[in-house]
């Protein structure tokens, strides 16, 4: 994993508006933080401009402490975790974990793809799950099988852009746990969106609370909580 540095990052579309305005941001290596704000704030902007589907108006972008403005999204090596997880249905756990290795051919030998994905699944609790197919796993293993897909190919970082937001209550409270209990494990380098408060309380190190295009405030769930 590595970390991923905004300095005086500015997006500006069509329209010469600035949705995202001077943000500056240190995301250390193994922390997770949560960008939150109303929808329109500029989250999602951010997050795109971060995978590289958006170019950055002005400002630099650093992943690992490279500059990575005018890198494809192929080259930052940054794991998007969808809202629908983007499984291949046919596919079983294990192919679907292993799919990364596969399409760089010649460069894992069967046995390291068997380790990796063997290793992936333990640090998930899926090796029970490995021969079942995406369709019969419940909503928090289809997304730990996305998980398992980037960490075999040892990705930099985790996007999640309001994973939990089409979920009903319920199942909404157990993914947050899970994905609180896997980020105390894993530590990985996460940038998690979200306009949920509950979310953003309960899941980070680290809280960006955005607004308008401007952060107004980066600190812990805690110290946010006991201001006054
Ligand atoms: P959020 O994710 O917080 O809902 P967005 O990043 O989607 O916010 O949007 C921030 C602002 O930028 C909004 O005013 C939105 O209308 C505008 N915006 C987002 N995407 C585009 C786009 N492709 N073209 C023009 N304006 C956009
Ligand atoms: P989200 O809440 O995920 O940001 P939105 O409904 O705001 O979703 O935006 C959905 C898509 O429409 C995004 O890809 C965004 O870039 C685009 N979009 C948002 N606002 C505008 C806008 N003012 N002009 C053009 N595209 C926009």
């Keep these: ?48 401009m971060i995978v590289g589907l958006e170019d ?3 400002g630099d972008l650093l992943i690992g402490g490279d500059r990575v403005n005018e890198k494809a999204p192929r080259e930052r090596n940054l794991a998007m975790v969808f809202q629908n ?19 760089t051919k010649g460069k894992f030998t069967e046995e ?30 289809r997304q730990r099988v996305a998980m398992g897909r980037a960490i075999v190919r040892d990705a930099n970082a985790f996007l999640f852009d309001e994973p939990l937001s089409n979920l009903d209550a319920k199942l909404r409270g157990q993914m947050r746990s899970e994905i609180a209990q896997l980020q105390r494990r894993l530590n990985t380098t996460s940038v998690y969106v979200t306009h949920d408060q509950t979310e953003a309380m309960t899941l980070g190190d680290r809280v960006a609370v955005l607004k308008k295009g ?5 600190a812990s769930p805690r110290e946010l909580y006991e201001q006054p």
């Design 85 to 103: 997880y983007a499984l291949y249905p046919h596919l079983t756990v294990f192919e679907n974990i292993a799919f990364p290795m596969r399409l």
């Design 214 to 218: 401007i952060l107004q405030q980066v």
């Design 56 to 58: 950055i108006t002005e």
């Design 112 to 141: 390291q793809v068997r380790e990796n994905v063997d290793r992936a699944a333990t640090m998930l609790e899926l090796t029970e799950h490995l021969d079942r197919k995406p369709g019969n796993l419940s909503g928090g293993q």
């Design 1 to 48: 994993m590595a970390s991923i540095t905004l300095k005086n990052i500015v997006k500006k579309y069509d329209d010469g508006y600035p949705a995202v305005n001077d943000v500056s941001l240190e995301i250390d290596d193994g922390e997770f933080v949560i960008l939150v704000g109303p929808s329109g704030c500029g989250k999602s902007t951010v997050l795109r």
